[in-house]
């Protein structure tokens, strides 16, 4: 079994900062794409970025120069360090690994539970 586990949100002023992690914990030879995602209430959960296991990043055009993912193959770990928050980037922030190599199998699409990021003053 393949659990992902968020941490660091929270609720920060806007022109703020915080740091998003996920980690990886399981029986895990590899992980291809990890991203990170979120949903705002009455809306669609949209993909803010992700990371190859070379290190080719994807950003959407709402983060882009605010937003920098990055990861740690050894760690089995993702971050998002987001700086310059604003309140539309309140939501739900999940991370996603899209392909887990187990030793025996693959294991596709693997979420994790969440985390909430509330910008506000």
């Known amino acids: 079994q393949v659990q992902l586990v968020e941490s660091g949100g929270g609720l920060v002023q806007p022109g703020g900062s915080l740091r998003l992690s996920c980690a990886a914990f399981?029986?895990?030879?590899?992980?291809?794409?990890m991203g990170w995602y979120r949903q705002a209430p009455g809306r669609e959960r949209e993909l803010v970025a992700d990371?190859?296991?070379?290190?080719?990043?994807s950003y959407a055009d709402s983060v882009k120069g605010r937003f920098t993912i990055s990861r740690d193959n050894a760690k089995k770990t993702v971050y998002l360090q987001m700086n310059s928050l604003k309140p539309e980037d309140t939501a739900v922030y999940y991370c996603?690994?899209?392909?887990?190599?187990?030793?025996?199998?693959?294991?596709?699409?693997?979420w994790g539970q969440g985390t909430q990021v509330t910008v506000s003053s």
């Open positions: 399981g029986i895990i030879s590899s992980i291809n794409v």
């Open positions: 996603k690994a899209d392909r887990v190599g187990t030793g025996l199998r693959y294991v596709y699409d693997t």
């Open positions: 990371i190859t296991s070379g290190g080719t990043t």
